[in-house]
């Protein structure tokens, strides 16, 4: 069976440090993956996703990156945190045979 | 455009049916999702009906869509306690990319 792993699960950062999330998938090959940012009390944003190993598309304008350095793994990425990063940041992997987007556990950041 | 709209707070009785609204705004959508999410946790697949379907369900679980009106449904039959969350919206449009686009999400409390 397919599993997804974030971690960590929750940091504290002060503004300007950097930033880095990592999201793995177990259990499948050549998935779609995707970052998404959960604001409080909000819906869900996408930031990024990935149709492959390198292939990175954005969605929002902002000072976050991703990377996909292997198959199975996703990393979201900032050089310099600003406060209005904090949110809870939500891994997925997309089952191309089903439609089936899968979420992973979360990282709740908090920029102070 | 892109835009999901969903009313924010809904509260049943348990052993009640529950019926948790939402409207989008993209005809092209080709699969619509529910999720729900329990506090601090990632988002759980609950159920995705394609666009050319007007019904499908899944032991409690009914969704209606109405393409004309660009409306969809879920209703939870025997609603309980265990059922309150925060249940969100999401199209998808199925192009390569498989991104979602989400609503704001319902809470649902339900009371003994």
């Known amino acids: 069976s397919q599993t997804i792993h974030q971690w960590p699960a929750t940091l504290v950062q002060p503004v300007g440090s950097p930033l880095s999330l990592e999201c793995t998938v177990e259990?499948?090959?050549?998935?779609?993956l995707y970052w998404y940012r959960q604001a409080a009390g909000r819906g869900l944003q996408l930031l990024f996703y990935?149709?492959?190993?390198?292939?990175i598309s954005s969605e929002v304008p902002q000072n976050l990156s991703a990377s996909r350095p292997q198959d199975r793994q996703f990393i979201l990425s900032s050089k310099k945190l600003l406060l209005s990063d904090s949110g809870f940041y939500l891994c997925?992997?997309?089952?191309?045979?089903?439609?089936?987007?899968?979420f992973g556990p979360g990282t709740r950041l908090t920029v102070t | 455009g892109e835009d999901v709209e969903q009313s924010l707070f809904l509260s049943v009785r348990e052993g009640d049916s529950s019926v948790i609204n939402c409207t989008y705004t993209d005809s092209s959508s080709t699969y619509l999702y529910w999720y729900k999410q329990e506090p601090g946790a990632g988002l759980q697949l609950l159920t995705y009906i394609f666009s050319n379907m007007d019904m499908k369900q899944d032991q409690r679980l009914t969704v209606l869509l109405n393409k004309k009106d660009k409306h969809l449904s879920l209703r939870i039959a025997d609603t309980q306690t265990g059922d309150s969350a925060i249940y969100f919206c999401?199209?998808?449009?199925?192009?390569?990319?498989?991104?979602?686009?989400f609503g704001s999400g319902t809470r649902l409390l339900v009371r003994p």
């Open positions: 997925a992997w997309l089952d191309r045979g089903l439609y089936e987007q899968y």
């Open positions: 999401a199209e998808s449009k199925g192009d390569s990319s498989y991104k979602l686009i």
């Open positions: 259990g499948t090959s050549n998935p779609n």
């Open positions: 990935s149709v492959g190993i390198g292939q």
